[in-house]
């Protein structure tokens, strides 16, 4: 079978299934499957592919017609211009949180805590590009932590990142200059109308904390004050419509001169807050 009918068959399957956006990830798959990176399929693909590669590409095809994510399936996904590593015990990196970094590294900060750290792309993507911080990530899933710290050491920064089990801030001492969490935000009603890629695969630990969505936002401002240095800053990711709703939670808790971020869908999508106590002079 050459590539262009591999392609043509996989585009087909995976349309038949619902799968948005077909064509584009049966490229991906088959690049994956024939262990080839993405462009070198596309200008210079081989003549035809071998029998395994054929089943390889098979076997990616039914899963993802299962509607298994890709980033499940190929192991890997593209954040802030990093390849991570991507397990189905983390929430797969999306681009709106990139949203969250542009805002982090707009001032300069020494130490970062990340609450919540999954696959550690926050965490990490923020010690890339300030090469003299360091931080520390909490999850609650050792899994999560496992591929945070497998992806810190790939990209670089596994000397300056620290990972920890905790609830929030249950393990948690000192003070940093920066806090930054994409919680679990989705309300228990809306997890029924998740894509199925989102609902069935990913951790339903980092998607929602039930009830009305807002507890982890509830959790992270009563206890950020206590962890913040003077002057430091709050960076939270919150999801559609909650804009106003987690500002009240943060005003009621002391943190004011609050920004609001929009992705590039012009969703509201990120609060930039400091703490009353912890306001630069």
């Given at each position: 079978m ?5 392609l043509?068959?996989g585009?087909?399957?995976?349309a038949?299934a619902?799968?948005?956006?077909a064509?584009?990830?049966a490229?991906?798959?088959l690049?994956h ?11 210079d693909?081989?003549a035809?592919l ?7 590409f ?23 211009g990093r390849t ?7 929430l797969d ?15 300069p900060?020494?130490?970062?805590l ?10 990490v ?9 360091d ?14 710290s ?9 000397d300056?990142a ?9 393990s948690?001492?000192?003070r ?7 919680p ?8 029924a ?6 609902r ?31 002057g ?20 009621a808790?002391?943190?004011k001169a ?7 869908d012009v969703?509201d ?8 106590e912890?306001?630069?002079?």
């Amino acid at each position: 079978m050459t590539p262009r009918e591999a392609l043509a068959s996989g585009t087909a399957r995976l349309a038949a299934a619902g799968v948005p956006g077909a064509a584009g990830d049966a490229r991906r798959l088959l690049a994956h499957a024939a262990g080839l990176p993405l462009d070198r399929l596309l200008t210079d693909p081989p003549a035809r592919l071998t029998d395994a590669e054929c089943a390889r590409f098979d076997a990616v095809l039914a899963a993802r017609e299962a509607r298994r994510p890709l980033s499940h399936i190929t192991g890997q996904r593209l954040f802030w211009g990093r390849t991570f590593r991507v397990t189905p015990d983390v929430l797969d990196p999306r681009p709106e949180t990139e949203t969250l970094i542009e805002a982090a590294l707009e001032r300069p900060f020494g130490s970062v805590l990340d609450l919540g750290t999954g696959s550690g792309c926050i965490l990490v993507s923020l010690l890339a590009d300030r090469p003299r911080s360091d931080g520390l990530g909490v999850d609650m899933s050792t899994d999560a932590l496992a591929v945070a710290s497998v992806n810190a050491v790939a990209l670089g920064v596994g000397d300056r990142a620290r990972f920890a089990a905790s609830d929030w801030f249950g393990s948690v001492a000192g003070r940093f200059d920066l806090i930054v969490s994409n919680p679990p935000y989705i309300a228990a009603a809306e997890m029924a109308f998740l894509a199925p890629e989102v609902r069935e695969w990913e951790p339903h630990l980092a998607l929602t904390p039930g009830g009305d969505g807002l507890n982890a936002y509830r959790a992270i401002t009563a206890g950020a004050g206590a962890h913040l240095a003077e002057g430091g800053r709050l960076i939270l990711e919150v999801g559609a419509g909650q804009a106003r709703d987690v500002g009240a939670i943060l005003s009621a808790a002391g943190f004011k001169a609050m920004e609001i971020r929009r992705d590039l869908d012009v969703r509201d999508r990120v609060i930039v807050a400091r703490h009353g106590e912890n306001m630069p002079g």
